[in-house]
């Protein structure tokens, strides 16, 4: 039985005090509704994770970090190393975000030393793959997914891809208003599970959980969420707000 997931990526928002008071709205909305049977993550700027760590309620939360470094440890300024980041009590990091990719040119062979760093430090990976806009219309979108997965994550020992989540971002559906289709975003879910089937087996495949990212809110989470493929949500700008947050989780709890 694969677990549901509703991850929050703040991105680069909130000071440390909002942040604090963030986690508090969300921490106290969660724990006191006792519901243990979603993952609750948040992914908080880097610098806030060991503040958050002491508010949330660890039957309930967890952390994230929203990027690592590709390089162990060493002369890298500005970088943090995934043993800064378990130290501070994380227990996920999300690898990939399109903005990464898009901003700062991260490319697979970088991102699967991520992954691999991460899982050496028993931290989980949310790794984040897919297609822009001009991809879809060129009707390649699964070409690329594809790609990315091959490159970034299948040459895991099958032990290890268990340990991952996986984020299917639609890249043309993220802040621009456009929203994909809970029948788009199954069809490409379906999709991913049977590389995965493909490349290890069928009962890995059913164990990975795959969270859609892709400007999943209130009014569209429902229908997102009833996709059989579909398990939960890698959640951006309504994770800024605790009560938009909660109102995702509570419809994956059906």
């Known amino acids: ?17 909002e942040g604090i008071e963030l986690a508090n709205e969300v921490n106290n909305l969660v724990s006191k509704s006792n519901n243990k049977s979603v993952v609750v993550i948040l992914g908080t700027p880097f610098i806030y994770l060991a503040e958050v760590n002491k508010i949330i309620d660890p039957k309930f939360i967890s952390i994230a970090v929203q990027n690592c470094a590709s390089e162990p440890e060493g002369a890298y300024t500005g970088e943090i190393s995934v043993e800064m980041i378990q130290s501070t009590g994380a227990k996920y990091v999300i690898i990939g975000h399109s903005e990464r990719r898009a901003y700062f040119g991260e490319e697979e062979q970088i991102l699967n030393k991520k992954v691999n760093l991460a899982l050496a430090e028993n931290l989980i990976p949310i790794f984040c793959c897919g297609e822009r806009l001009e991809e879809r219309e060129k009707g390649i979108h699964f070409d690329i997914v594809k ?5 970034a994550l299948f040459d895991l020992e099958e032990s290890e891809f268990r340990k991952i989540a996986i ?6 559906a993220i802040g621009t208003g456009v929203n994909a289709t809970p029948d788009q975003a199954q069809e490409m879910h379906r999709f991913i599970r049977n590389l995965i089937v493909e490349r290890y087996e069928n009962e890995t495949a059913e164990s990975i959980s795959i969270l859609y990212g892709g400007s999943c809110k209130p009014s569209n989470s429902n229908e997102l969420f009833a996709n ?8 951006g700008g309504a994770s800024l707000k605790a009560d938009d947050f909660f109102a995702i989780i509570n419809s994956l709890t059906g």
Request: net charge positive; charged share 30%; aromatic share 8%.
């Open 1 to 17: 039985m694969r677990n549901k997931i509703v991850a929050g990526n703040w991105k680069m928002n909130k000071t440390l005090k």
């Open 147 to 151: 790609n990315q997965l091959d490159k």
């Open 167 to 172: 984020a299917y971002e639609p890249v043309w």
């Open 228 to 235: 059989p493929d579909v398990d939960g949500g890698l959640i």
